[in-house]
C-alpha cells in the first residue's frame, strides 16, 4: 500500500475543509492561451447577500438605477478593483440598505460562462441604520424587511426567489460546512478538481496529476462555455472508455484575493466531481488513462477516505448554476 505524500495529503486536508490551496503557475489543462483577468474589464463579479432576521424577512433594497426605477431586489452589485469577495460584499449592502454585515457562508456561485460570476452570500446584520425614504441616493431609494409574502413588491427580476427559498432552507438545515472565500491570490479563473471514483465497498480513487509533485488538477478556463464545462472536460479528455459520465457534485472552496489589480484578479473553484463508467466489471476500477501525466490514486487514509465520501454522499458541497 502506497502512503500519500505528506503534501499531497495536506492539499486534500486543505481542499476539503474549504481552505485556500496555493495555484502554481502551470496549468494542468488550459484550452486556450490565457491572460490574467482583469475585474470590470474581462471579468465581471456580482455579488449577492441575503440578510433574514428573526422575523424571517428578507432585507431588500429599492432600485434607483433609471432603467429599474422604484424596483425592488437583493442589494447587491458589481466587485471593484482591488477588493475581495467579501469586502464587495459588506460594501454593497451598506450602500444600498445601510446596514452593516457580516457574512455567514457562500450559498451558491452562478455563472454564464468566466465572464459573468455571481457569487451568493447568507449574512446577518450587525449595526448600521435602515436606509429610509429621506435617505435616498444613486445607489438606492431605500430598504426594508419583507415577509416575502404581503405586501407583494415589484421585483426587478425574479431571479432572486429561489435564491431566497435556498437561504430559508439553510438557515432551517445546512446543506454544506459554512464555506467562505479564501484569500489566496490567482490570476485566471480556474478549477481545482477533487475528481473521484468510488466502488461499492467503499474504495475511493482521486484523480491526480503527475507532473512535477504530485497534486490535484488544476485546469484553467476558456473565454467561452460555463465554469464546469472545462472540468469535465479535462477528465473526459484523458480517460479511455467514452461510456465515462463525469459529475460536478459542486464547491468545496473558493479562493480569490484582487488587493493587486490586473496580478491576481482570477478565482480558483475548488470543485468536488464524481466520476463513473459504464458496465458491472467497470464499476469496480477507474477507468483507464490515456497519458501518463495523471494517474488515479486509491485512498487508504481513513480519515481523508471517510471525509471524501461523506462530501460525496450527502452532496455536502456548496451548488454551482451555469446558465
Known amino acids: 500500500m502506497a502512503t500519500l505524500p505528506r503534501s499531497l495529503a495536506e492539499e486534500l486536508d486543505a481542499v476539503l475543509s474549504g481552505r485556500g490551496w496555493e495555484v502554481q503557475e502551470r496549468y494542468d489543462y488550459a484550452p486556450v492561451p490565457a491572460q490574467p483577468v482583469r475585474v470590470r474589464r474581462t471579468a465581471c463579479y456580482i455579488v449577492v447577500a441575503i440578510l433574514i432576521n428573526d422575523q424571517n424577512e428578507v432585507l431588500m433594497m429599492q432600485e434607483a438605477k433609471q432603467e429599474c426605477h422604484g424596483t425592488w431586489y437583493l442589494p447587491a452589485g458589481r466587485m471593484e478593483p482591488n477588493e475581495t469577495i467579501v469586502e464587495a460584499m459588506k460594501r454593497e449592502v451598506k450602500e ?3 446596514l452593516e454585515c457580516e457574512p455567514l457562508t457562500l450559498l451558491a456561485v452562478e455563472d454564464r460562462g468566466p465572464v459573468w460570476i455571481r457569487f451568493v452570500f447568507l449574512a446577518h446584520p450587525t ?3 435602515l436606509k429610509m425614504p429621506q435617505d435616498a441616493d444613486a445607489e438606492s431609494l431605500q430598504a426594508r424587511w419583507w415577509d416575502r409574502e404581503s405586501p407583494a413588491l415589484p421585483l426587478r427580476a425574479w431571479d432572486i426567489l429561489p435564491l431566497m427559498d435556498l437561504a ?3 438557515r432551517a438545515s445546512p446543506s454544506h460546512p459554512v464555506t467562505l472565500p479564501e484569500e489566496v491570490p490567482c490570476a485566471l479563473i480556474c478549477q481545482r478538481l477533487l475528481a473521484t471514483f468510488t ?3 467503499g474504495d475511493l480513487w482521486v484523480l491526480l496529476s503527475a507532473v512535477g509533485a504530485l497534486h490535484l488538477p488544476v485546469c484553467a478556463c476558456a473565454k467561452q462555455g ?6 469535465s472536460q479535462l477528465v473526459k479528455e484523458h480517460c479511455l472508455f467514452p461510456q465515462v459520465t463525469v459529475q460536478v457534485q459542486g464547491l468545496l472552496g473558493v479562493q480569490h ?5 490586473g496580478k491576481c484578479d482570477g478565482v480558483c473553484f475548488n470543485l468536488l466531481l464524481s466520476v463513473t463508467q459504464a458496465g458491472p466489471a467497470a464499476q469496480q476500477t477507474p477507468p483507464e488513462l490515456c497519458e501518463g501525466s495523471f494517474r488515479w490514486w486509491k485512498i487508504e487514509e481513513s480519515t481523508l477516505r471517510s471525509r471524501t465520501l461523506q462530501r460525496l454522499s450527502s452532496s455536502s458541497v456548496v451548488p454551482i448554476h451555469s446558465y
Not at 460555463?226 to 472540468?231: D, I, K, R, V, Y
Request: charged share 10%.
Open 96 to 98: 444600498e440598505t445601510g
Open 127 to 129: 449595526g448600521g441604520t
Open 168 to 170: 430559508v432552507q439553510y
Open 199 to 201: 466502488n461499492g465497498t
Open 226 to 231: 460555463s465554469l464546469q464545462a472545462a472540468a
Open 257 to 261: 484575493l484582487g488587493k493587486n489589480a
